[in-house]
């Protein structure tokens, strides 16, 4: 299923993609038998939740999230809608989506997904609100970082719960 001829000007120039990226991630959505999942729900209001998951390394995960984020907050913009904020989370532990919108790489025990996840059910809202940064590249785009630290969280989260 190739790219739409409108959605790879405007989606693909924040990245600065090489063309075989563009290629690759092509190729990606091309085999839909590998996706894991692709899920969308409309919420309660004027918003609606989006993703899409895909085990495989290296297949433009974090590139397409960011891309689409990106291309999400002008869509909007340009529909006139008038609380056109968008939030991207990370939930990769390498980070790249992170790195790629803030510019930042240096997310921690206290500012990034995985303090939100390790949190006590009843903090976590504030610890949420505080994690979350604006992007460099819009100002109606944010970010809940990734941190290193998310690739032990899962374990630990498990075990907290037997």
Request: charged share 20%.
């Amino acid at each position: 299923m190739p790219l739409p001829n409108h959605l790879e000007g405007s989606l693909l120039v924040p990245a600065r993609l090489p063309q075989d990226s563009v290629a690759h991630l092509r190729e990606a959505l091309a085999s839909p038998s590998e996706l894991t999942s692709v899920c969308s729900r409309r919420r309660k209001g004027d918003g609606s939740d989006s993703c899409v998951d895909q085990p495989k390394g290296g297949v433009g995960k974090s590139t397409s999230a960011t891309n689409v984020a990106f291309g999400i907050c002008g869509v909007l913009r340009r529909m006139g809608v008038s609380n056109n904020r968008v939030l991207l989370i990370d939930t990769d532990s390498q980070g790249h989506a992170t790195l790629v919108t803030t510019g930042r790489n240096d997310f921690g025990a206290d500012d990034s997904l995985y303090s939100v996840l390790m949190a006590d059910r009843q903090q976590a809202p504030h610890i949420l609100a505080n994690c979350i940064v604006q992007s460099a590249w819009d100002t109606d785009l944010h970010v809940l970082p990734a941190s290193a630290l998310l690739e032990g969280a899962a374990p630990v989260r498990c075990a907290d719960h037997r």
